[in-house]
């Protein structure tokens, strides 16, 4: 992925990061990505994903899996 000086230097510094996808068109769900980055200058990030949560937002519509059953 691309991105800027100031973000290539933080992952120079802490390669540690954490990406989230908000909810889209489907507005139950975001995703929450942790991974390692790294990249040189003038190249491409590279970002190895190590873990995942498919995060169920509050308040979304009761009918989606991982919903609580209605009382």
Do not use: F
């Amino acid at each position: 992925m691309g991105c800027g000086k100031t973000t290539r230097a933080n992952v120079g510094a802490h390669p540690e990061v954490s990406l989230l996808w908000p909810p889209g068109p489907d507005p139950g769900y975001c995703l929450i990505v942790d991974a390692v980055a790294q990249g040189e200058p003038g190249s491409t990030l590279t970002v190895r994903p190590t873990a995942a949560v498919l995060h169920r937002v509050a308040g979304a519509p009761a009918g989606l899996p991982g919903a609580s059953p209605e009382p």
